[in-house]
């Protein structure tokens, strides 16, 4: 089990046992206290974000205190060492301990906010260790004879009489004048002031944020993160104690409370680690294979690996060039996510893809302040989505390319931008001129439509149309690329897509872009047009459109490009399940049989195809083409050679639905030509069938 993690401000320390000779305590307190006098040469004390004068003071009184112990006379073991000289030592000792303890915690990373808020407690701290050392000091210092103790007896020098005396009063009047600098005060006071505004929606006050970012020195987004999640921790640490310091812990209401209040909370990662770590930087997905490159940033094997092959020898996240292309495991990484994985419900042994599917439907926060803070992201992001109408163009931009990315997360921060109201001024801003606004609200739009939620939020907005208009007329590829696939996700629901279907230029649009699109277009365009032929009334429209001319297109053009692994042979397979869907009515399979060349092209597919699914989708198209056109189709296959052999390997080998549909149209092909070569008025033979029926 993991040590659990030393609480700020908790300042424990070891006291020295009665017994201990004065030798070991001294050379411990001069390393103490060059420890403590070392932090003006590393300047740490100008770099701390709050109580720089009062820290300051007190390295100086270490510094003289340094110089005061350097100079005491080691005692000789043979004599008994005077009990007030162990005392003050063993009393030095201890306030040493904690105040090397209070500075650490100042100048602690990732905590530095929480320092400059809790500025007053840290100077309370602060005030009793300088007390404490001046009380250690009065007890070396003998008031009746006004010498300092050492050895047993009284030391006449009269540099380290007034050495004492000097540590004593600095540190007395250092504790009485003791107080949080004036510009903590006033950091601390812009910071409540943002967080105001924030809870209340509105945009915080500019210089308020950079005041605060100045004083406690954050220059970088990874300085944000890391104080994000150490106010997590601390926070979640907090309500599992059960009180805010090491005080009542006998106090039971308070207890009580607080196991109430873990007890509402969701599920959470147990570790004391930011999760946002476990997101690769590139895709902002949670790793599933996390690697390290030479620049020691993490990131998932398939994403690096893509950006490294795309031409791009330059880390991501730190822009150095990559020396070397080797990526190393991160067994630590990877241990710390299945452990995720597996607080989530999700065992270990599944697929990579079915880990980040089934951690992304999670629509879960990892803590409350987290959930918090999203939600007032979210509501912020709308208010500013809903007051750029009249905004330059570079607002709008900046809005709507902070609703892409806030909205490509997880499902929780899909669920809090529609809940805040996103959709329709997503929706809204697909009319602007500017081609990157439009391409940032859809692809914001793409993102919300995974979830059922924001799917029903576009429809009631009335959206379905403007995602036809940008899939016909947006001014980026990209953007019509993803209005395609946002009518996808729209029609995984039977009702959105009878009202899409409804839409005239619905899927002529759709089939267009199918034709004349770049891959990705092209798969959009597909898979969309698979998912409205769930209605019955689209097929129609589709044959209208031309989709069976552009389909056989696609699977002739296609079929020859799969064996050169190009993303063709993606394609082909497509266009034979959407061909397969559309001759299920007899439209639809008349207007496939009208090509007897697509017919021809099919039986090689079927002959051609390495994949089950291909012969699947193709044994299904032939059957249905056999079932609507009769005869006609029939008499066609039946001359082709390459279909018998094809139709049973699938008898023997294939899947239960596609071995029944392979075995009715070889029986069908057989009864056709049986009751072509038998007259009708000739007698059946009494030896029975003239072919083998299987």
């Given at each position: 089990?993991?040590p659990r993690?030393?609480?700020?401000l908790?300042?424990?320390?070891?006291?020295?046992?009665?017994?201990?000779?004065?030798?070991?305590?001294l050379?411990?307190l001069?390393?103490l206290?060059?420890d403590v006098a070392?932090?003006r040469?590393?300047?740490?004390?100008d770099a701390?974000?709050?109580?720089?004068?009062?820290?300051?003071?007190a390295?100086?009184?270490?510094?003289l205190l340094l110089?005061f112990?350097?100079g005491?006379p080691?005692?000789?073991?043979a004599?008994?060492a005077?009990?007030?000289?162990?005392?003050?030592?063993s009393e030095l000792?201890?306030?040493?301990q904690?105040?090397?303890?209070?500075?650490?915690?100042?100048?602690?990373?990732?905590?530095?906010?929480?320092v400059?808020m809790?500025?007053?407690?840290?100077?309370?701290?602060l005030?009793?260790?300088?007390?404490?050392v001046?009380?250690a000091m009065?007890?070396?210092l003998?008031p009746?004879?006004?010498?300092v103790v050492?050895g047993g007896?009284?030391s006449?020098?009269?540099d380290?009489?007034?050495?004492?005396?000097?540590?004593?009063?600095h540190?007395?009047?250092?504790?009485?004048?003791?107080?949080p600098?004036?510009?903590?005060?006033?950091?601390?006071?812009?910071?409540r002031s943002?967080l105001?505004?924030?809870?209340?929606g509105?945009?915080?006050?500019?210089?308020?944020?950079?005041?605060?970012?100045a004083?406690v020195?954050?220059?970088?987004?990874?300085?944000c993160?890391e104080?994000?999640?150490?106010?997590e921790?601390?926070?979640?640490?907090?309500?599992?104690?059960?009180?805010?310091?090491?005080d009542n812990d006998?106090?039971?209401?308070?207890?009580?409370?607080a196991?109430?209040?873990?007890?509402r909370?969701p599920?959470?990662f147990?570790?004391?680690?930011?999760?946002?770590?476990?997101?690769?930087?590139?895709?902002?997905?949670l790793?599933?294979?996390?690697?390290?490159?030479?620049?020691g940033?993490?990131?998932?094997?398939?994403?690096?690996?893509?950006w490294?092959?795309s031409?791009?020898?330059?880390?991501?996240?730190?822009?150095?060039r990559?020396?070397?292309?080797e990526?190393?495991?991160n067994?630590?990484?990877?241990?710390v996510?299945e452990?995720?994985?597996?607080?989530?419900?999700?065992?270990?042994h599944?697929?990579s893809?079915?880990?980040r599917?089934?951690?992304?439907?999670t629509a879960?926060p990892?803590?409350?302040?987290a959930?918090?803070?999203?939600?007032?992201?979210?509501a912020?992001?709308t208010?500013?989505?809903s007051s750029v109408?009249g905004a330059?163009?570079?607002q709008k931009?900046?809005?709507?390319?902070?609703?892409?990315k806030?909205s490509?997360?997880?499902v929780?921060?899909?669920?809090?931008l529609?809940?805040?109201?996103?959709?329709?001024?997503?929706?809204h801003?697909?009319?602007s001129?500017?081609?990157?606004?439009?391409d940032?609200?859809?692809?914001?739009?793409?993102?919300?439509?995974?979830?059922p939620?924001?799917?029903?939020?576009?429809?009631?907005a009335?959206g379905?149309?403007l995602?036809v208009d940008a899939?016909?007329?947006?001014?980026?590829?990209?953007?019509r690329?993803n209005?395609?696939a946002?009518?996808?996700?729209?029609?995984?629901?039977?009702e959105?897509c009878?009202q899409i279907s409804?839409i005239?230029e619905a899927i002529?649009?759709?089939?267009?872009l199918?034709?004349?699109?770049?891959y990705?277009?092209?798969?959009?365009?597909?898979?969309s047009?698979y998912?409205?032929l769930?209605?019955?009334?689209?097929?129609g429209?589709a044959?209208?459109?031309?989709?069976?001319?552009?389909l056989?297109?696609?699977?002739?053009?296609?079929a020859s490009?799969?064996?050169?692994g190009?993303?063709?042979?993606?394609?082909?397979?497509?266009?034979?399940?959407?061909?397969a869907?559309l001759?299920?009515q007899?439209?639809?399979?008349?207007a496939?049989?009208a090509?007897?060349?697509l017919?021809?092209?099919?039986?090689d597919f079927?002959?051609?195809?390495?994949?089950?699914?291909a012969?699947?989708?193709?044994?299904?198209l032939?059957a249905?083409?056999?079932?609507?056109c009769g005869?006609k189709v029939?008499?066609l296959?039946?001359?082709?050679p390459?279909?018998?052999?094809?139709?049973?390997a699938?008898i023997?080998?294939?899947?239960?639905?596609a071995g029944?549909?392979?075995r009715?149209l070889v029986?069908?092909?057989?009864?056709h030509?049986?009751q072509?070569?038998t007259?009708?008025s000739?007698?059946?033979?009494?030896?029975?069938?003239?072919v083998?029926?299987?």
């Amino acid at each position: 089990m993991a040590p659990r993690r030393r609480r700020m401000l908790a300042l424990p320390a070891v006291c020295p046992c009665e017994a201990i000779a004065p030798a070991p305590l001294l050379a411990s307190l001069l390393s103490l206290a060059a420890d403590v006098a070392g932090l003006r040469a590393a300047a740490d004390v100008d770099a701390l974000p709050a109580l720089r004068g009062a820290a300051r003071e007190a390295v100086r009184i270490a510094g003289l205190l340094l110089a005061f112990l350097d100079g005491i006379p080691v005692p000789d073991e043979a004599e008994a060492a005077p009990a007030v000289l162990v005392l003050g030592l063993s009393e030095l000792h201890v306030a040493l301990q904690k105040l090397r303890l209070l500075l650490a915690d100042c100048a602690r990373k990732g905590a530095r906010l929480w320092v400059l808020m809790n500025a007053e407690l840290a100077a309370s701290e602060l005030r009793v260790l300088l007390g404490s050392v001046a009380t250690a000091m009065d007890v070396l210092l003998l008031p009746s004879e006004g010498h300092v103790v050492v050895g047993g007896a009284a030391s006449a020098d009269a540099d380290a009489e007034e050495l004492a005396g000097l540590v004593s009063r600095h540190a007395w009047r250092a504790a009485a004048r003791l107080r949080p600098d004036p510009e903590d005060d006033r950091a601390a006071r812009g910071v409540r002031s943002v967080l105001a505004r924030f809870a209340s929606g509105v945009t915080p006050d500019a210089e308020d944020a950079r005041l605060v970012l100045a004083r406690v020195g954050l220059a970088t987004w990874h300085d944000c993160s890391e104080e994000a999640a150490f106010l997590e921790a601390e926070l979640l640490e907090r309500l599992e104690t059960g009180s805010d310091d090491n005080d009542n812990d006998n106090d039971r209401s308070k207890t009580d409370k607080a196991a109430a209040t873990v007890n509402r909370l969701p599920p959470r990662f147990t570790l004391s680690l930011n999760p946002e770590a476990l997101q690769c930087p590139i895709t902002l997905e949670l790793m599933t294979d996390p690697v390290t490159v030479v620049t020691g940033q993490t990131y998932d094997r398939a994403s690096i690996k893509k950006w490294i092959k795309s031409g791009c020898r330059t880390c991501p996240v730190t822009g150095e060039r990559l020396r070397s292309a080797e990526l190393v495991p991160n067994v630590a990484a990877r241990g710390v996510i299945e452990q995720l994985l597996l607080s989530r419900g999700v065992p270990v042994h599944e697929p990579s893809s079915k880990h980040r599917c089934a951690v992304d439907k999670t629509a879960t926060p990892f803590g409350a302040a987290a959930a918090g803070g999203v939600r007032l992201s979210a509501a912020f992001l709308t208010a500013r989505l809903s007051s750029v109408s009249g905004a330059p163009e570079e607002q709008k931009r900046k809005a709507t390319h902070e609703a892409r990315k806030l909205s490509k997360r997880n499902v929780f921060y899909r669920a809090c931008l529609v809940e805040a109201g996103a959709v329709p001024w997503l929706l809204h801003l697909l009319s602007s001129t500017d081609a990157s606004v439009q391409d940032n609200a859809v692809a914001g739009l793409l993102n919300l439509s995974k979830y059922p939620a924001g799917r029903r939020a576009l429809v009631e907005a009335g959206g379905l149309g403007l995602i036809v208009d940008a899939v016909n007329v947006a001014a980026k590829v990209e953007a019509r690329q993803n209005a395609a696939a946002v009518l996808f996700y729209l029609s995984s629901n039977p009702e959105y897509c009878e009202q899409i279907s409804r839409i005239p230029e619905a899927i002529p649009t759709l089939v267009r872009l199918a034709r004349d699109g770049a891959y990705r277009g092209r798969k959009n365009a597909l898979v969309s047009l698979y998912g409205l032929l769930q209605c019955a009334d689209a097929h129609g429209r589709a044959v209208s459109a031309g989709a069976v001319d552009v389909l056989a297109g696609l699977m002739l053009v296609g079929a020859s490009s799969a064996s050169a692994g190009d993303d063709g042979g993606d394609l082909a397979l497509d266009a034979v399940a959407l061909l397969a869907r559309l001759a299920e009515q007899p439209g639809g399979a008349r207007a496939v049989a009208a090509s007897s060349e697509l017919v021809t092209r099919l039986v090689d597919f079927l002959g051609e195809a390495a994949s089950r699914s291909a012969k699947e989708h193709c044994v299904a198209l032939l059957a249905s083409l056999g079932r609507h056109c009769g005869d006609k189709v029939l008499a066609l296959l039946g001359k082709l050679p390459g279909l018998m052999p094809a139709l049973y390997a699938l008898i023997a080998d294939g899947t239960p639905q596609a071995g029944k549909r392979a075995r009715w149209l070889v029986n069908e092909i057989h009864r056709h030509y049986e009751q072509r070569q038998t007259p009708a008025s000739a007698p059946t033979p009494a030896t029975g069938d003239r072919v083998i029926r299987v």
